[in-house]
């Protein structure tokens, strides 16, 4: 089974800072995902990635497949950007479940 | 992608009753996975909902106590039995889509009283 590890679990940063969360994992995989949870817990997918780099706005997400790491950027950082970042990645060579990570609680203050 | 409608988003229940959590989906889906989060903890799935037969249960968790039901590839729910306050968690439901992307619904926040 995979092993996703992530850092840090809690954030606070000052509006306009540049953010950084880390995630690692144990067993090569298809691809990561890196998603968004809000306070009423509902998830959103942020990105689905397998190499490289993707940017969406101010986020950017990387992975690095041979050393099993990816990373969440947040460029100039804003409140309404708290809330809870998850990365996950398969479980297994084959199924379709995904094992989280236990998430990074960002807080941006004003 | 395909949008998920979960429901309800939260309740407050009473020890030993049950609750049953929808999702539906707005298009066909062959995946539809049911995850549980305890308060400070990460997502947990709890079973594979199959279309036509029983569901998948992880270790851990038994029909019994989350029967699960799929009666076509659009919708499924999950019912918490004989609650306790331990069961006070978030319930999502997921759907696998295309080669590696999935979909979440919003998510029910429930409390037992």
């Known amino acids: 089974k995979n092993e996703v590890e992530q850092s840090p679990q809690n954030l606070t940063a000052q509006e306009g800072e540049f953010i950084t969360i880390n995630c690692s994992y144990s067993v090569g995989i298809s691809a990561l995902h890196w998603l968004q949870q809000h306070p009423g817990g509902g998830i959103v997918s942020l990105f689905m990635?397998?190499?490289g780099k993707k940017k969406h706005g101010r986020l950017i997400a990387t992975i690095n497949i041979q050393e099993k790491h990816s990373s969440l950027h947040i460029t100039a950082s804003h409140p309404r950007d708290s809330a809870v970042y998850i990365c996950a990645a398969p479980s297994s060579g084959s199924a379709r479940q995904l094992t989280f990570g236990s998430g990074t609680q960002l807080t941006v203050l004003p | 992608s395909a949008v998920i409608s979960q429901k309800p988003s939260r309740d407050i229940c009473q020890r030993g009753t049950s609750l049953t959590i929808q999702c539906q989906v707005d298009s066909q889906v062959t995946m539809m996975f049911w995850y549980r989060q305890q308060p400070g903890q990460s997502l947990t799935l709890i079973a594979t909902a199959n279309q036509g037969s029983e569901a998948t249960y992880e270790s851990g968790f038994v029909i019994d106590k989350f029967p699960i039901s799929r009666p076509n590839l659009t919708f499924s729910t999950l019912t918490v039995s004989n609650m306790s306050p331990e069961d006070s968690s978030i319930y999502l439901c997921?759907?696998?889509?295309?080669?590696?992307?999935?979909?979440f619904g919003s998510g029910t926040r429930l409390t037992v009283v």
């Open positions: 997921s759907v696998a889509q295309g080669a590696y992307g999935y979909t």
């Open positions: 990635l397998s190499s």
